[in-house]
């Protein structure tokens, strides 16, 4: 059943993959500037690069699972959103915000955004991932508190299943999380403390309560196996999440001057971080081969299948091989933490959101599924895409192996400049697997404009007109 107020989703979707290709560009000129120093500088330094890329990066999530939350919370709960105009101006609101906080990273200077924004009355600004404005990060706070209210109210009023339950809980703890960001002590002990709440706390704990409701949905309605059997589970998958996650942040503490047994706590629990992510693949290939129907939206089931793949991968494998105190002694703040950063967050939470927009734009086009051929254009974005992110997290490991041998385990290490010299191949074939990346999100966004007839519920097309 489709409800008139799911449209409002749109323009989140439209406006999350717009933020994605200005992420993409953004991460090409940084990636050209590992190679030449002087490219775009001084007009544009990488520092600035870099933290509009990675900004850009949490803003086209959270745009991409508020409108995954403006989709899903009315079908499961067989009742219209409660407010879709609030939903609408939450929607500008985020987006002249964001865009204006970006626009401020690349023309102002970041010390005197800092003063403009009154940074000295409430020191917020100057950490990874946070380095947004105090008046962004209560914009932050109010667009969260919306999205809560409506969708709250609207779970409130419907039917009341595992899987709206579960994108509620996740959404008030997403909300939730982000207010240590608003803690910037001059103890950098503790301030390494409320700065990993907020970053592991989302990405290796809170989101991924958000990404199991959001692959339970997709599997529910596309595989038609029964809802009881996948939200069992769904609930062993967010125990296991919660476990793992909740205490695994300890790795992020073991040389910041925290207690030692963290070194223990941290190790032993984020070595079970991966265990989640192998369930999920388990889950999505149980679903896939227990499916009681064909669903014709092949693309959206393509998206859904390698979700869990390549966010076992990425967050899985990749973080496992650094996880563990002894071996981040050696690998910490080298490459291989970009490269499990870039297979993690691809995999697992850039993934699941091109799932949803995938399964949920037809319906919202009014119609069950994309044609044939748009969904070849779909399907061959996601392999280009798929495959150039493990090239560049493989390219981004071998770098780290550089720096580990060279610089952090060698009789006689050479400068830091010296090893970014013998990694340049490494940067070279980041760079051109980038390239190849945007053409295959290129092709993923050109499907959205292909033509043809739309596919009907066992695969065949349906005329024009009927």
Avoid: C
Avoid at 289 to 295: A, D, K, L, N, Q
């Amino acid at each position: 059943m489709n409800f008139a107020s799911q449209r409002v989703a749109k323009p989140y979707f439209i406006g999350a993959l717009a933020l994605f290709a200005g992420q993409i560009i953004f991460g090409l000129i940084a990636g050209m500037q590992y190679l030449d120093g002087s490219f775009l500088f001084p007009a544009f330094p990488f520092s600035v690069i870099r933290t509009v890329h990675t900004n850009l990066l949490i803003v086209w999530l959270l745009m991409a699972f508020m409108g995954a939350a403006y989709y899903i919370v009315p079908e499961e709960a067989q009742t219209e959103l409660h407010s879709p105009r609030l939903a609408l101006l939450t929607f500008w609101v985020f987006l002249i915000a964001g865009v204006l906080t970006i626009l401020g990273y690349l023309f102002v200077p970041y010390s005197q955004l800092a003063a403009m924004t009154g940074n000295a009355i409430l020191p917020t600004m100057g950490r990874g991932y946070l380095e947004q404005p105090l008046p962004t990060k209560i914009g932050i706070v109010l667009v969260a508190l919306s999205l809560l209210f409506n969708v709250t109210m609207t779970l409130a009023k419907g039917r009341k299943t595992s899987l709206n339950i579960v994108l509620v809980a996740g959404l008030w703890g997403l909300a939730l999380l982000f207010l240590p960001a608003f803690y910037f002590p001059v103890d950098t002990v503790k301030a390494s403390y409320s700065w990993w709440w907020v970053v592991h706390g989302w990405v290796e704990g809170d989101w991924e309560l958000i990404l199991s409701a959001l692959l339970g949905f997709i599997l529910v309605r596309m595989t038609g196996v029964d809802r009881e059997i996948i939200e069992k589970w769904m609930y062993i998958i967010i125990a296991m999440t919660l476990i793992s996650g909740i205490i695994g942040i300890g790795h992020h503490y073991y040389y910041t001057g925290a207690p030692e047994y963290w070194i223990w706590l941290g190790s032993i629990f984020s070595a079970m971080e991966p265990v989640p992510f192998l369930m999920l693949v388990v889950f999505a290939v149980r679903m896939l081969i227990s499916r009681r129907h064909e669903y014709p939206n092949h693309a959206a089931l393509l998206w859904a299948i390698g979700t869990p793949v390549m966010a076992f991968l990425g967050a899985g494998f990749w973080g496992f091989m650094i996880t563990l105190a002894p071996v981040q002694y050696y690998t910490h703040g080298t490459n291989f933490t970009a490269a499990h950063g870039h297979l993690a967050f691809f995999g697992a939470y850039a993934m699941v959101s091109l799932s949803i927009i995938s399964y949920a734009m037809p319906h919202l086009r009014g119609r069950m599924a994309n044609s044939l051929r748009a969904q070849r254009w779909e399907m061959t974005g996601f392999w280009i895409m798929v495959i150039s992110m493990f090239v560049i997290a493989l390219a981004l490991t071998g770098a780290g192996i550089v720096t580990v041998f060279l610089q952090r385990m060698g009789e006689h290490p050479i400068s830091f400049m010296g090893v970014q010299y013998q990694e340049r191949v490494f940067f070279w074939i980041r760079e051109v697997a980038g390239f190849t990346f945007f053409s295959g999100l290129v092709a993923y966004l050109t499907s959205f404009f292909v033509g043809g007839d739309p596919v009907a519920a066992h695969g065949a097309t349906v005329p024009r007109g009927r």
